[in-house]
């Protein structure tokens, strides 16, 4: 069965960037431009994995994150947070929301590639 | 008795008249028949001035032409200790003379004898018992009927007593002129009386006076300067009113400095001090010293001189200047001290408690860290005071920020300097937000690049991928791809340029061995050194090289300054790695190469964010920062890196450490001398800053 992943970012471009890498694979990809629009997405979609931005207008990644990690239906989707903040501390306040992965851009798609697969595959 | 001894004395004298009788009385012995007549024609009244002349106090004595004695009395036996048998038929001057007589006495004496002429004088005799006594000698000659010298008689007053006070009067007197000759001090004494003026032989010195001179009340007067001159005649005419007021005279003291000229027109100063004697009929003498100041009021004068010249000095000073003595209390501060303090400037008055004055200000809110505070603050401060040793810095109600250096001095006194550092503050503080803002400016731009960095670089990677084969496009993909990659090393070091302030809070400092870190980039960089055929030579065997490293951020640096060196080294050389453990002076690493190396003038410079060598500045694809990152790290490490050319070719880089901290103190004041060399660097900047404005 074809993994669904979730992507939660506000640019255009990036999005794009992420649907082309992941369907070259065979990744079935859906998109939210704002935290708001992702959360009721993973709700009614129930995603295999999420790759949520940090920094977005209105809800911003991080809440999003808590929120994921609060609601027992979404916390057990594995999450890998996207952010242009690469500081230490940044990754620590990424990863303190419960996600699996922190990734900072700019990043190699075959880099995303791999740790998508490797979050989807079906030991996880 | 003093009546009955001056009645017999007088009457001594008086019978110096009766010489004559007396010599016929009792010289005249061998004449038996003679005196026998004579005995019976003598008087009663005769009989009686023989037995004075016998018992009279002063000694008698009757010689012969022959000057041998003939008779003596009996205060001449007692004077003496001679018994007149014993005296009888002897010279007097072998009998009784002492060596002590002037010899001119003595010749003159023997002169008037020889000559049967009377002589008067002193002369200095011995007693049989060996008393030394002086004589007033009256001799007479004596004659007979026929007018021929038939002996003399002789008057002796012993007169020890009153020559000796006279050679004590004369010891006295030597004694005081002796002295006020060392001490330059003249006397001198004015008779109301006579209007006569009396000096001492010093006077007549200091007047350059012939001591015969006679001066007179005007010629004192003469010899004073003008205004001298007018304070005396000022003195006299108050004395003079004094005294016509019936003011008690025991107020009459003088004590004048006063401006004199010499009788050869030398000008000199004296301190002139005079009183005034009394009798029980009233004032009779003014009695006064002169003493020769003029050297002391020369001192006096350089002294002042000197002082003036240091006053004028600490005035001039742009820093406040003050003195405390050893109880504190205030000697001496400048204007700009007072400016400083001006809440509390009325209270900064000579003579006033430290403490006082820093309460006073401390009360009125000068200080704004004693706020509320009062008592607290003024003990704190009076300690920092009392150790003088410290530099403190204290800000002021009038917003101005002073440093304070407190210095206490071998005997006690306390130095302190106020410099005012307020620009420099405010300089500092303006600076360190401008570089605060600066850093945050960079990291929101790194932050915005990175966003469209991922578009370039992520399209440009799936692209180069898909267009494999095509080769027109998989090369513009490429080059895409290389040059988001350039431009996201440059995002990166701008971002650790404002991210690594140069101060050790920035890093992770672990004991770490630095060669061994090395070797680690060395090997990671072994392929691309063996692109261009070059040897990275480490020493055989690997040194230990203990220090305190951010592992992550010193390969950073290694690995800069490794990739230049393989940058710009010519094909097939060798890349010299070396270590040394300095001890105490920590640890070094240098990297060695064969290539174009740094002109002198740019030593420092390509440090500079964005410098690179003008030797390699060829495109190279190096960002401008690798360096510039690399010395912020060192330096927040407390180390430093270093470029210099060797003497044949290449560069040299050193890289120092300092040794690993043993101790907790060691780590702190290696902290200390981080965040130092942090602030030397910003001052630098800033000033580079002004220099560029």
Same mark, same amino acid.
């Given at each position: 069965?074809?993994?669904?992943?979730?992507?939660?970012?506000?640019?255009?471009?990036?999005?794009?960037?992420?649907?082309?890498?992941?369907?070259?694979?065979?990744?079935?990809?859906?998109?939210?431009?704002?935290?708001?629009?992702?959360?009721?997405?993973?709700?009614?979609?129930?995603?295999?994995?999420?790759?949520?931005?940090?920094?977005?207008?209105?809800?911003?990644?991080?809440?999003?994150?808590?929120?994921?990690?609060?609601?027992?239906?979404?916390?057990?989707?594995?999450?890998?947070?996207?952010?242009?903040?690469?500081?230490?501390?940044?990754?620590?306040?990424?990863?303190?929301?419960?996600?699996?992965?922190?990734?900072?851009?700019?990043?190699?798609?075959?880099?995303?590639?791999?740790?998508?697969?490797?979050?989807?595959?079906?030991?996880? | 008795m003093m009546d009955w001894h001056d009645l017999l004395h007088g009457a001594g004298l008086a019978l110096c008249?009766?010489?004559?009788?007396?010599?016929?009385?009792?010289?005249?012995?061998?004449?038996?028949?003679?005196?026998?007549?004579?005995?019976?024609?003598?008087?009663?009244?005769?009989?009686?001035?023989?037995?004075?002349?016998?018992r009279t106090t002063d000694a008698i004595v009757?010689?012969?032409?022959?000057?041998?004695i003939?008779?003596v009395n009996e205060a001449f036996e007692r004077l003496t200790g001679y018994g007149?048998?014993e005296a009888?038929?002897q010279s007097p001057g072998r009998l009784l003379q002492f060596d002590g007589t002037d010899p001119l006495t003595v010749k003159r004496m023997r002169?008037a004898l020889?000559?049967?002429?009377p002589f008067n004088g002193e002369v200095l005799n011995r007693s049989k018992h060996g008393r030394i006594y002086w004589l007033e000698l009256k001799i007479n000659?004596?004659?007979?009927?026929?007018?021929? #010298?038939?002996?003399f008689m002789a008057l002796q007053y012993d007169i020890t007593e009153r020559k000796q006070a006279e050679a004590a009067l004369r010891g006295s007197e030597a004694l005081l002129d002796k002295t006020g000759r060392i001490g330059?001090v003249?006397g001198?004494a004015?008779d109301?009386?006579?209007?006569?003026?009396h000096w001492s032989n010093q006077t007549y010195?200091?007047?350059?006076?012939?001591p015969?001179?006679?001066?007179?009340?005007?010629?004192?007067?003469?010899?004073?300067?003008?205004?001298?001159?007018?304070?005396?005649?000022?003195?006299?005419?108050?004395?003079?009113?004094?005294?016509?007021?019936?003011?008690?005279?025991?107020?009459?003291?003088?004590?004048?400095?006063?401006?004199?000229?010499?009788?050869?027109?030398?000008?000199?100063?004296?301190?002139?001090?005079?009183?005034?004697e009394?009798s029980?009929?009233?004032?009779?003498r003014?009695v006064?010293?002169?003493?020769?100041?003029?050297?002391?009021?020369?001192?006096?004068?350089?002294?002042?001189?000197?002082?003036?010249?240091?006053?004028?000095?600490?005035?001039?000073?742009?820093?406040?200047?003050?003195?405390?003595?050893?109880?504190?209390?205030?000697?001496?501060?400048?204007?700009?001290?007072?400016?400083?303090?001006?809440?509390?400037?009325?209270?900064?008055?000579?003579?006033?408690?430290?403490?006082?004055?820093?309460?006073?200000?401390?009360?009125?809110?000068?200080?704004?860290?004693?706020?509320?505070?009062?008592?607290?603050?003024?003990?704190?401060?009076?300690?920092?005071?009392?150790?003088?040793?410290?530099?403190?810095?204290?800000?002021?109600?009038?917003?101005?920020?002073?440093?304070?250096?407190?210095?206490?001095?071998?005997?006690?006194?306390?130095?302190?300097?106020?410099?005012?550092?307020?620009?420099?503050?405010?300089?500092?503080?303006?600076?360190?937000?401008?570089?605060?803002?600066?850093?945050?400016?960079?990291?929101?731009?790194?932050?915005?690049?990175?966003?469209?960095?991922?578009?370039?670089?992520?399209?440009?990677?799936?692209?180069?991928?898909?267009?494999?084969?095509?080769?027109?496009?998989?090369?513009?993909?490429?080059?895409?791809?290389?040059?988001?990659?350039?431009?996201?090393?440059?995002?990166?070091?701008?971002?650790?340029?404002?991210?690594?302030?140069?101060?050790?809070?920035?890093?992770?400092?672990?004991?770490?061995?630095?060669?061994?870190?090395?070797?680690?980039?060395?090997?990671? #960089?072994?392929?691309?050194?063996?692109?261009?055929?070059?040897?990275?030579? #480490?020493?055989?065997?690997?040194?230990?090289?203990?220090?305190?490293?951010?592992?992550?951020?010193?390969?950073?640096?290694?690995?800069?300054?490794?990739?230049?060196?393989?940058?710009?080294?010519?094909?097939?050389?060798?890349?010299?790695?070396?270590?040394?453990?300095?001890?105490?002076?920590?640890?070094?690493?240098?990297?060695?190469?064969?290539?174009?190396?740094?002109?002198?003038?740019?030593?420092?410079?390509?440090?500079?964010?964005?410098?690179?060598?003008?030797?390699?500045?060829?495109?190279?694809?190096?960002?401008?920062?690798?360096?510039?990152?690399?010395?912020?790290?060192?330096?927040?490490?407390?180390?430093?890196?270093?470029?210099?050319?060797?003497?044949?070719?290449?560069?040299?880089?050193?890289?120092?450490?300092?040794?690993?901290?043993?101790?907790?103190?060691?780590?702190?004041?290696?902290?200390?001398?981080?965040?130092?060399?942090?602030?030397?660097?910003?001052?630098?900047?800033?000033?580079?800053?002004?220099?560029?404005?």
């Amino acid at each position: 069965m074809t993994p669904t992943v979730l992507t939660i970012e506000d640019q255009d471009d990036i999005r794009r960037l992420i649907r082309m890498t992941l369907e070259f694979k065979g990744f079935r990809v859906l998109e939210a431009e704002n935290g708001t629009h992702g959360l009721a997405m993973a709700r009614s979609e129930k995603p295999d994995l999420i790759l949520l931005d940090v920094m977005m207008p209105g809800i911003d990644g991080l809440e999003v994150g808590r929120t994921l990690a609060a609601d027992s239906a979404l916390s057990r989707i594995p999450t890998v947070m996207l952010s242009a903040l690469g500081a230490g501390t940044d990754v620590d306040a990424g990863m303190a929301t419960g996600v699996r992965a922190y990734l900072i851009k700019p990043f190699s798609p075959w880099e995303l590639l791999d740790l998508v697969t490797e979050l989807t595959a079906p030991a996880h | 008795m003093m009546d009955w001894h001056d009645l017999l004395h007088g009457a001594g004298l008086a019978l110096c008249g009766l010489s004559l009788l007396l010599a016929v009385l009792l010289c005249w012995g061998p004449s038996r028949t003679l005196l026998t007549r004579l005995a019976q024609r003598m008087t009663p009244e005769y009989i009686h001035l023989a037995q004075m002349a016998r018992r009279t106090t002063d000694a008698i004595v009757v010689t012969n032409a022959a000057r041998r004695i003939t008779w003596v009395n009996e205060a001449f036996e007692r004077l003496t200790g001679y018994g007149a048998a014993e005296a009888k038929g002897q010279s007097p001057g072998r009998l009784l003379q002492f060596d002590g007589t002037d010899p001119l006495t003595v010749k003159r004496m023997r002169l008037a004898l020889d000559a049967g002429e009377p002589f008067n004088g002193e002369v200095l005799n011995r007693s049989k018992h060996g008393r030394i006594y002086w004589l007033e000698l009256k001799i007479n000659p004596l004659f007979d009927e026929q007018g021929h #010298l038939s002996g003399f008689m002789a008057l002796q007053y012993d007169i020890t007593e009153r020559k000796q006070a006279e050679a004590a009067l004369r010891g006295s007197e030597a004694l005081l002129d002796k002295t006020g000759r060392i001490g330059g001090v003249g006397g001198w004494a004015y008779d109301l009386a006579t209007h006569r003026m009396h000096w001492s032989n010093q006077t007549y010195r200091l007047m350059e006076r012939d001591p015969n001179w006679q001066p007179t009340l005007e010629d004192c007067l003469a010899h004073c300067l003008p205004e001298s001159r007018q304070t005396i005649e000022a003195a006299i005419a108050e004395a003079l009113a004094d005294a016509q007021a019936h003011v008690q005279p025991e107020r009459f003291s003088w004590d004048f400095e006063l401006c004199l000229y010499s009788a050869t027109g030398r000008v000199f100063w004296v301190r002139a001090t005079a009183e005034l004697e009394f009798s029980d009929s009233g004032p009779v003498r003014v009695v006064g010293a002169l003493q020769d100041i003029t050297a002391r009021r020369e001192l006096k004068a350089e002294l002042r001189r000197h002082i003036d010249l240091l006053r004028g000095a600490i005035d001039t000073i742009d820093e406040a200047f003050v003195l405390y003595d050893p109880d504190d209390r205030l000697v001496f501060c400048n204007d700009k001290y007072r400016d400083l303090y001006d809440t509390s400037r009325d209270a900064i008055v000579p003579g006033a408690r430290f403490e006082d004055i820093i309460r006073t200000g401390a009360e009125r809110g000068q200080y704004p860290a004693a706020i509320g505070r009062v008592d607290e603050w003024v003990a704190g401060r009076l300690a920092a005071h009392r150790e003088a040793n410290r530099t403190l810095v204290q800000r002021l109600d009038n917003g101005r920020v002073l440093r304070i250096v407190e210095r206490c001095m071998p005997d006690g006194h306390r130095v302190g300097f106020r410099v005012d550092i307020t620009d420099l503050v405010r300089a500092t503080d303006a600076a360190e937000r401008a570089d605060c803002a600066k850093s945050e400016f960079i990291a929101t731009i790194s932050h915005e690049l990175r966003t469209p960095l991922q578009s370039i670089i992520g399209f440009s990677d799936l692209g180069r991928h898909f267009a494999r084969g095509q080769v027109p496009f998989e090369e513009m993909f490429e080059d895409i791809h290389q040059g988001g990659q350039r431009m996201l090393r440059l995002v990166n070091g701008l971002l650790d340029v404002s991210k690594i302030d140069g101060t050790q809070g920035s890093l992770a400092l672990k004991r770490g061995d630095v060669a061994r870190l090395a070797a680690e980039v060395a090997h990671e #960089l072994g392929p691309l050194a063996a692109q261009r055929r070059l040897t990275l030579a #480490l020493p055989e065997p690997l040194p230990v090289l203990w220090a305190d490293v951010d592992a992550f951020r010193l390969q950073q640096v290694i690995r800069n300054v490794l990739a230049n060196a393989i940058r710009f080294a010519p094909e097939g050389s060798t890349i010299e790695i070396q270590g040394h453990d300095l001890d105490r002076a920590g640890v070094t690493l240098t990297v060695r190469d064969h290539g174009p190396g740094i002109p002198e003038s740019e030593i420092e410079t390509i440090f500079e964010a964005f410098v690179q060598s003008s030797r390699t500045r060829d495109g190279s694809g190096g960002t401008g920062l690798g360096l510039t990152i690399s010395r912020k790290i060192m330096q927040a490490h407390g180390g430093s890196i270093e470029a210099s050319c060797p003497a044949h070719s290449g560069t040299l880089i050193t890289l120092s450490l300092p040794p690993a901290a043993a101790t907790g103190e060691a780590r702190a004041a290696k902290s200390l001398r981080a965040v130092r060399l942090a602030l030397e660097q910003a001052a630098s900047q800033s000033t580079t800053e002004h220099a560029d404005a």
